[in-house]
Structure formats: structure tokens, C-alpha cells
């Protein structure tokens, strides 16, 4: 059984920074996974992703703030320079590799599994 879970929000000021962290024992290096974030009217997009070989992929509103990283069990997402569009309920997401990660990337309700969220906010 795929197991995520993810930890790690808080509140914080506009500037601050944040690192998730998704607990994903033997999930990390066999799946697509990624961070998907649902804002508060529902909508979700992906944040960034990294595919088994390591390669990377990130939305554009967040390159050069968030970086996404892996060890053995754990999948992370260091949150820079934090912005109140920042804000929302992060997902940690995984899938077997049918395509991409800038697939997947667009696509994000294309995850096959999911972890329950945790919730970062971001005031000015």
C-alpha cells in the first residue's frame, strides 16, 4: 500500500520560508512524486515534480523560490521568499511514471496517490 504523508505547514510572513517534508517509505524512488497545492476555492495545480531518474520540473510562479529534493523515504519542498499566492493545501502526490514530469506536472489529478495535505499560509 502507497503511503504519503506530509508535515511541515505553518502560518508565516510574507519573506519567510517553510520545508515540507512527505514521509513516503519505498514510494520516493520507484514513483513519479510531486507536490500539488489546492487553493482555497478548490482549484489544484502542480507545484513541482521529480521523476525517478532526479530530474526536476517546477511551476513558473515558484522557480527560482521552492526547490523539491528526495533522500531514501522522504520527499521535501524548501519554500523560499514566501508570497500570500503561496498559500494553500500542499499535497504530497505520486504515480507510476506513465509520462513525464512536466506531464504530470499540468496534469497534476493524473496522481494516482495521495497523502492528506498540510496547510500553509502566508500573510503580508
Known amino acids: 500500500q502507497v503511503q504519503l504523508k506530509e508535515s511541515g505547514g505553518d502560518s508565516v510572513q510574507a519573506g519567510g520560508s517553510l520545508r515540507l517534508s512527505c514521509d513516503a517509505p519505498g514510494v520516493v524512488r520507484s514513483y513519479m512524486i510531486g507536490w500539488v497545492r489546492q487553493d482555497l476555492g478548490k482549484a489544484r495545480e502542480g507545484i513541482a515534480v521529480i521523476d525517478i531518474d532526479g530530474t526536476t520540473n517546477y511551476r513558473d510562479s515558484v522557480k527560482g523560490r521552492f526547490s523539491i529534493s528526495r533522500d531514501e523515504d522522504t520527499l521535501y519542498l524548501q519554500m523560499n521568499s514566501l508570497k500570500p499566492e503561496d498559500t494553500g493545501l500542499y499535497y504530497c502526490?505520486?504515480?507510476?511514471?506513465?509520462?513525464?514530469?512536466?506531464?504530470?506536472?499540468?496534469?497534476?489529478?493524473?496522481?494516482?496517490?495521495w497523502g492528506q495535505g498540510t496547510q500553509v499560509t502566508v500573510s503580508s
Open positions: 502526490a505520486a504515480d507510476w511514471p506513465r509520462y513525464g514530469g512536466r506531464w504530470y506536472l499540468n496534469r497534476p489529478h493524473e496522481f494516482s496517490h
